[in-house]
């Protein structure tokens, strides 16, 4: 993942000014009005992990991924963060 220091902190998705980023794991959104994403600048893109992937800072890089190991982080994208159950409840007839 690269950006500028003003990137946000967040281990499963970043945002900020031209992000790069390794598709294979993470989806890189370039146009965040279509996903209902804020856009605060027309350079503003936004990196969502996918899986089990996370992103780590490069600074002290082994002990953040010792850190995070086998641990669950919401937000990103994964199947279990993107099935939302739905149900219609309608009242019986009198």
């Not at 790069?20 to 009005?33: F, K, M, N, T």
């Not at 850190?67 to 739905?86: A, C, K, N």
């Amino acid at each position: 993942m690269l950006g500028d220091r003003e990137t946000s902190t967040a281990l499963r998705f970043k945002f900020g000014r031209n992000l790069r980023g390794d598709e294979r794991h993470a989806i890189l959104v370039r146009d965040p009005l279509p996903f209902g994403l804020p856009r605060s600048s027309v350079t503003t893109t936004y990196l969502l992990a996918k899986e089990d992937y996370y992103f780590v800072y490069p600074t002290n890089y082994h002990h953040y991924v010792n850190l995070y190991r086998d641990t669950f982080q919401h937000g990103g994208v994964s199947l279990q963060e993107m099935i939302v159950p739905i149900v219609t409840l309608r009242p019986r007839a009198v």
